[in-house]
């Protein structure tokens, strides 16, 4: 049964695509498929029944290029795209851009890799040098800003007394892009409990949930258009995939980024070692994000974009310990959802400045 849905599903796809086939010079296949993982070309397959024998997920690639047609299957070592237990188990990567391969992966922020935020920040930035940047408990700042994507972020935070500084945690993230809004954030808990979602998301201003079981996917857009949107470029899919039972997301914005993140408290050693003496009651639960761009341009600015810029040399001092990042008063915004900021360069006619204080909820300190 489910293998002849797969089928008809595959029948449908080529059917819708091969009309688009001859327009397409192979030229401009050929210069899209060097972008590698993140070309919306990559993920461009449907996902076939597994092998019988060995239950090793295979896919058929739809995108236009070398592995168009191709059947591809998942490796021995990691058979299955969505394993069960994401936390010791990697999962299965089909790649259709030019590649034609599967690969394995965790599917978690690696807080030491390129692109990561982590701790009371803490960044890796896109030329590899860690820096820490430490804002202001309550306030919002940008770290990416570039023409075509926007990504904010909103610290909380405590500053124990007689400190000179505030300790600060990234608590919600606004991915802004088109006309849309995304914001991740973690919930204020009292008492931390893995098991407990303290995620929260909103996709232009509505709660979405991201379902637990089946894909335990959301999109932003249905699968019968999704075809229509990757030929023709439109508009760009949202894909928010659960990568473990609760508390950890991958999240994809087609052509734009991708990223992993996990919803994590401070714990009792760490609050005991950092010296951080938070105040009872609040476990201070806060995002660990590791993101992965396509397509910045070379001006893109904020906290993390500046450092993907290829002629960027990092003002931080290296040797140190806590190698410190300023620019708090460049990147600073007046609120999540704002573009606005002395360095901020997203430019996009249309942005709908979504009624501000619908966040309220998801970033309330
Ligand atoms: C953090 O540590 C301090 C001691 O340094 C302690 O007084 C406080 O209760 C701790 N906070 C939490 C939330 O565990």
């Known amino acids: 049964m489910a293998g002849g849905g797969a089928m008809v599903l595959v029948l449908v796809l080529v059917l819708v695509t091969a ?7 192979e ?10 993982a993140l070309d919306p070309a990559s993920t461009h397959y449907v996902v076939l029944d597994p092998n019988e024998k060995t239950g090793q997920e295979r896919f058929f690639c739809l995108a236009r290029g070398k592995c168009r047609w191709d ?59 860690m820096f820490y940047f430490h804002g202001v408990k309550g306030a919002d700042f940008a770290l990416v800003s570039d023409e075509r994507l926007q990504i904010n972020a909103h610290l909380i935070g405590t500053r124990p007394e007689g400190r000179a500084r505030d300790f600060t945690w990234v608590q919600a993230l606004a991915i802004m892009f088109e006309s849309h809004t995304l914001v991740i954030a973690a919930k204020r808990v009292a008492v931390w409990d893995d098991h407990v979602d303290a995620l929260a ?67 009792d050693e760490e609050n005991r070692s950092h010296g951080y003496r938070l105040p009872a009651g609040d476990a201070f639960a806060h995002l660990e994000t590791q993101f992965r761009f396509t397509k910045l341009t070379e001006e893109v600015e904020g906290i993390l974009g500046q450092t993907y810029r290829p002629d960027y040399v990092s003002p931080v001092k290296k040797g140190v310990a806590m190698p410190m990042m300023g620019g708090e008063d460049r990147f600073r915004l007046p609120s999540l959802l704002s573009t606005r900021c002395p360095a901020c360069c997203f430019r996009y006619v ?6 501000e204080s619908a966040t309220v909820d998801v970033a309330q300190y």
């Open 27 to 36: 030229k401009q296949a050929k210069k899209k498929g060097g972008k590698g």
């Open 201 to 267: 998301l909103r996709w232009d201003g509505r709660e979405v949930l991201v379902p637990t079981d089946g894909d335990a996917e959301w999109r932003s857009v249905d699968e019968a258009t999704a075809e229509d949107i990757i030929s023709s470029n439109k508009e760009r899919e949202v894909v928010v995939e659960r990568t473990d039972d609760a508390n950890a997301v991958r999240i994809m914005v087609s052509g734009l980024v991708e990223m992993d993140v996990k919803v994590t408290p401070i714990g």
């Open 350 to 355: 249309g942005h709908r400045i979504l009624d």
């Open 71 to 129: 059947i591809i299957e998942c490796p021995p070592e990691c058979p299955q795209r969505k394993p069960k237990k994401a936390r010791l188990n990697k999962g299965c990567f089909a790649d259709c851009s030019s590649r034609c391969e599967t690969t394995c992966k965790y599917r978690k922020p690696n807080c030491n890799g390129y692109g990561s935020v982590c701790y009371d920040p803490r960044f890796v930035g896109g030329d590899g040098v």
């Open 19 to 25: 009309g688009g086939a001859w327009a397409a010079p």
